[in-house]
T-cell receptor
Framework: AQSVTQPDIHITVSEGASLELRCNYS??????LFWYVQSPGQGLQLLLK??????LVQGIKGFEAEFKRSQSSFNLRKPSVHWSDAAEYFC?????????????FGTGTQLKVEL | EPEVTQTPSHQVTQMGQEVILRCVPI?????FYWYRQILGQKVEFLVS????????KSEIFDDQFSVERPDGSNFTLKIRSTKLEDSAMYFC?????????????FGSGTQLSVL
């Protein structure tokens, strides 16, 4: 069965500092990997995804993530955090099943940005 | 940008009561989903729906749950007799036929509180 682990429940960084959010997955084949962000009162917004090819993927809002098969990881990074990045971040692994797109999410990491 | 709309944003109900959560998916989308997140836990897949039938459901989605697309624009989740453990944030999502997971759009959620 597929699963996702986000070991950090809360992370606090200073504005302008770099950020790395960890994600480890378990999946029986080549995974489809995603990072979503949820701001208060908002839906889940896709930041970036990995399907195949280049293991370093670029997303919106200056985020990037690197797929490392040997470590079963897909960590999210940003070189300089802005106060507006404060939100909850979810890593997810997906598969296509018949007509469905079942995603398995991690528990999320709550990011706080100190000014 | 088109968006998935969920109403209400908050719903409070008494245990044992029926509740209907409503979603308006993006107009040309054909696949529909419900996910939920119990406070402090993972976002969990509940059900996927295509061509007026359930294409996949999780073990959470028991006989107390049902989904319907009553009028071609709304997509509803009904819980017949709510339990305390049904308290969660419920997310609706949709995608267009032919698109993969990268085109899954989520609503902002309905927070259900069962008292």
């Amino acid at each position: 069965a597929q699963s996702v682990t986000q070991p950090d429940i809360h992370i606090t960084v200073s504005e302008g500092a770099s950020l790395e959010l960890r994600c480890n997955y378990s999946y029986g084949a080549t995974p489809y990997l995603f990072w979503y962000v949820q701001s208060p009162g908002q839906g889940l917004q896709l930041l970036l995804k990995y399907f195949s090819g280049d293991t370093l993927v670029q997303g919106i809002k200056g985020f990037e993530a690197e797929f490392k098969r040997s470590q079963s990881s897909f960590n999210l990074r940003k070189p300089s955090v802005h106060w507006s990045d404060a939100a909850e971040y979810f890593c997810a692994v997906g598969r296509v099943t018949g007509g469905g797109n079942k995603l398995t999410f991690g528990t999320g990491t709550q990011l706080k940005v100190e000014l | 940008e088109p968006e998935v709309t969920q109403t209400p944003s908050h719903q409070v109900t008494q245990m044992g009561q029926e509740v209907i959560l409503r979603c308006v998916p993006i107009s040309n989308h054909l696949y529909f989903y419900w996910y939920r997140q119990i406070l402090g836990q993972k976002v969990e897949f509940l059900v996927s729906f295509y061509n007026n039938e359930i294409s996949e459901k999780s073990e959470i989605f028991d006989d107390q749950f049902s989904v319907e697309r009553p009028d071609g624009s709304n997509f509803t989740l009904k819980i017949r007799s709510t339990k305390l453990e049904d308290s969660a944030m419920y997310f609706c999502a949709s995608r267009y036929r032919g698109e993969t997971n990268e085109k899954l759009f989520f609503g902002s959620g309905t927070q259900l509180s069962v008292l």
